[in-house]
Each structure stands twice: as C-alpha cells, then as structure tokens.
C-alpha cells in the first residue's frame, strides 16, 4: 500500500495510528460484515452529489438494506429519506451522534447495545476528520469507517483518495454486491 495524503493535510497529526487504506470492495464488507452491530451515520454531502443521475443518499440507503444496518440521519437529510420511502432509525446532528458512541454503556439507536463499526457517509470533512479523532482516542470500544471518496487518518479503516467519481461509483456499487451476498 502506499502512503495517501488526507484531503485536509493542515494539522493532522494522527499520532501512532492512522486508518487502514481498504482499496478492495470485497475486504470493506468483510469488514462490515463481522461487525455485530454495525451503525451507518449519514450527512448532508449525500444530498448534493449525484453519480451517473443517482443521488448518493440511495447508494447510502442501498449499502444499509443489503447489509442490515441501522442508519443515523443527520442534518436534513432526514426529509429526503422519508421522500424516497426509508424511515432513519434514529436523528442526530454529527457531533451528538459523536457524544453518544464514546459512551460504552450507551444502549445504541435500536436500544441493542452500543455499536462495535461506525461507518460515516456524506459528512462534512473537517467536522468527520474532528468526530474520528474524538472516536478514535475515547471510544476504544468501536472501530470506524468512512465511505467518503477521500481518505480519512482518524479513521479505523478509511477509502483511498478516489480522483475520479466513476472509480468511486464502482466501488460503492461492488460493495453492494457483496453486502447482498452476504457472509
């Protein structure tokens, strides 16, 4: 692997542990999949970009529906999933949802217990690049990912920097596939 730049490279100084670069669709959901109560955190990015005419907020709310995975709403992007039919299981704005995972005894957004894989879609770069590395010094209990075409440091596993959204696009795709395989 070689090494990525973080889209933000002002300050981040990710200390002795920076994200593991997952380049390969299949190995994402591997990741996902033995995660027992994955969470999919989604934001506002989602509602402003589209590839190939379809909105990212569905490739969000496909990835959740093959993996069985519960999804936070933040922000506004609450309004759009109920427009396309998909009730969020829980609504917070970023840093709250942030607050709740550092706590070990929280009961998580189905009241199953806190979460072990936290995975961030669509959420603003410097605010995600703060709530990872809030995450990662004070939830030891959880692993995260990013879903995002930019490469995340803070991040337990994190994308590759894809520079061309049709390479993005295809990843998301192929990690659907395999999310609907199963494990």
Same mark, same amino acid.
Request: aromatic share 8%.
């Given at each position: 692997?070689?090494?990525?730049? @973080? /889209?933000?490279?002002?300050?981040?100084?990710?200390?002795?542990?920076?994200?593991?670069?997952?380049?390969?669709?299949?190995?994402?959901?591997?990741?996902?999949?033995?995660?027992? /109560? @994955?969470?999919?955190?989604?934001?506002? %990015? %989602?509602?402003?970009?589209?590839?190939?005419?379809?909105?990212?907020?569905?490739?969000? %709310?496909?990835?959740?529906?093959?993996?069985?995975? @519960?999804?936070?709403?933040?922000?506004?992007? /609450?309004?759009? &999933?109920? !427009?396309?039919?998909?009730?969020?299981?829980?609504?917070?704005?970023?840093?709250?949802?942030?607050?709740?995972?550092?706590? @070990?005894?929280?009961?998580?957004?189905?009241? !199953?217990?806190?979460?072990?894989?936290? &995975?961030?879609?669509?959420?603003?770069?410097?605010?995600?690049?703060?709530?990872?590395?809030?995450?990662?010094?004070?939830?030891?209990?959880?692993?995260?990912?990013?879903?995002?075409?930019?490469?995340?440091?803070?991040?337990?596993?994190?994308?590759?920097?894809?520079?061309?959204?049709?390479?993005?696009?295809?990843?998301?795709?192929?990690?659907?596939?395999?999310?609907?395989?199963?494990?």
């Amino acid at each position: 692997m070689s090494a990525v730049l @973080p /889209r933000h490279r002002v300050n981040v100084l990710t200390g002795i542990k920076s994200a593991r670069l997952v380049e390969d669709a299949a190995e994402c959901a591997n990741y996902i999949q033995k995660a027992k /109560r @994955p969470l999919l955190v989604i934001g506002p %990015l %989602l509602l402003q970009s589209q590839a190939d005419g379809k909105l990212l907020l569905e490739y969000a %709310l496909d990835l959740a529906k093959a993996g069985g995975i @519960p999804i936070c709403a933040t922000a506004q992007t /609450r309004g759009k &999933m109920v !427009e396309l039919g998909v009730q969020p299981d829980c609504v917070y704005d970023a840093v709250e949802i942030v607050n709740a995972l550092k706590d @070990p005894d929280w009961k998580g957004v189905r009241k !199953e217990g806190n979460h072990d894989l936290v &995975m961030f879609f669509g959420i603003r770069s410097d605010l995600g690049s703060q709530g990872l590395s809030t995450l990662k010094h004070f939830a030891p209990h959880l692993k995260t990912m990013t879903l995002c075409k930019h490469y995340f440091p803070h991040a337990s596993y994190s994308l590759t920097n894809f520079k061309k959204d049709a390479k993005w696009q295809e990843f998301l795709e192929s990690l659907i596939a395999e999310l609907q395989k199963g494990g």
